[in-house]
């Protein structure tokens, strides 16, 4: 039973404009969230993350919304450039209860020129 | 600083082999992680370690086994390697309530 889905394997998106990449879980004891970035051959990256107490984060032309009672978080990215072509993972954990952090399927990011 | 040092990067297997995946942080991380990158399936994790000493199975466990040797290396071993094991293998650490840093990955083909 997934507890991360990103139900959206792939998404293209203009240079310039706005991507938005979502997530959802099921686990209530979520608690902390994260965004990775992953080129192919090399591992993932980390991006931004929430704490389950804020609602949004913001670092330069990321941010990520969080909406508990939907269980439901998303990723902006404001202007979209080419190196930002990659496959996003969003990624959760419970603090409370251990440090595991498990991820979703992953979404891949097209920016067409 | 090397951050997480995985190896090897490549292995071919065949059924049946067994072999330990290496991984080594210089991060002073209290925890660390094994995941398998699968077409279509994300990152899925194998096994967690939130300290030295200890160990917990993950969401896909079976098939591996892991030791936690000291604070700075996390080893990940196949007893018996199968086709169903082909992936690509990521090493992780962590501190509590902060992101995880990956290693570059090893690639292993099951034949």
């Known amino acids: 039973d997934q507890q991360v889905k990103q139900n959206s394997p792939s998404l293209s998106v203009q240079e310039g404009r706005i991507s938005i990449l979502n997530c959802d879980y099921t686990?209530?004891?979520?608690?902390?969230f994260l965004w990775y970035k992953k080129y192919p051959a090399e591992g993932p990256t980390f991006l931004i993350s929430?704490?389950?107490?804020?609602d949004k984060n913001e670092d330069g032309r990321f941010t990520v919304f969080l909406n508990k009672s939907a269980k439901h978080l998303s990723l902006h990215i404001v202007p979209s450039q080419p190196g930002d072509s990659a496959v996003y993972f969003c990624?959760?954990?419970?603090?409370?209860?251990?440090?595991?952090?498990?991820f979703g399927k992953g979404t891949r990011l097209h920016i067409l020129p | 600083n090397a951050g997480v040092t995985q190896t090897p990067k490549f292995q071919v297997l065949k059924t049946g082999q067994s072999m330990t995946l290496q991984c080594a942080q210089d991060?002073?991380?209290?925890?660390m992680y094994w995941y398998r990158q699968d077409p279509g399936m994300g990152l899925r994790l194998i096994y967690y370690?939130?300290?030295?000493?200890?160990?917990d199975k993950g969401e896909v466990p079976n098939g591996y086994n892991v030791s936690r040797l000291n604070k700075r290396e996390f080893s990940l071993r196949l007893e018996s390697a199968a086709p169903s094991q082909t992936s690509v293998y990521f090493c992780?650490?962590?501190?509590?309530?902060?992101?995880?840093?990956f290693g570059q990955g090893t690639r292993l083909t099951v034949v």
């Open positions: 990624a959760a954990e419970s603090t409370k209860r251990d440090d595991k952090i498990i």
């Open positions: 991060m002073n991380h209290n925890s």
């Open positions: 992780a650490s962590s501190e509590f309530r902060n992101e995880a840093f």
């Open positions: 929430i704490s389950s107490i804020k």
């Open positions: 370690s939130a300290s030295e000493g200890t160990t």
């Open positions: 686990n209530s004891m979520f608690d902390y």
